[in-house]
């Protein structure tokens, strides 16, 4: 016995704009959007882009306040029906640390993270 696919469970009724999950890999993604390079090995350095939905092997345990999660909550909800980014807490929160650190490459002392971390 075979299951339905998530497509069939989940296809449009109406002439709303479908929400569609983001992009797994380069090979899902549009083909104006930029390639995210993947790790070959452990020893690799950090991917550039976060690493979205594929298996993590490192787990980490964050505890946050309720307002915090109240509020991933409600952005991960605007991004469906603003945006129609199907993503769950998880790739919010890899995204988020992205761009938080990438900034921090940039530009060190006067990051936000840094400023904010001071005050």
């Given amino acids: 016995m075979s299951l339905p696919a998530a497509d069939d469970l989940f296809r449009p009724t109406s002439d709303k704009p479908a929400v569609r999950a983001v992009p797994d890999s380069p090979e899902d993604a549009?083909?104006?959007a930029p390639a995210k390079k993947s790790r070959a090995t452990k020893a690799a350095p950090a991917p550039k882009g976060a690493s979205g939905r594929i298996r993590h092997d490192e787990k980490m345990t964050v505890y946050v306040t309720a307002d915090e999660l109240l509020a991933i909550e409600q952005t991960r909800l605007r991004l469906r029906a603003e945006h129609g980014l199907a993503v769950d807490r998880g790739r919010l929160v890899r995204e988020?640390?992205?761009?938080?650190?990438?900034?921090?490459?940039?530009?060190?002392?006067d990051s936000a993270l840094v400023r904010r971390l001071r005050a």
């Fill in 30 to 32: 549009p083909a104006d």
């Fill in 96 to 109: 988020a640390l992205h761009l938080v650190l990438e900034e921090f490459e940039a530009h060190g002392e």
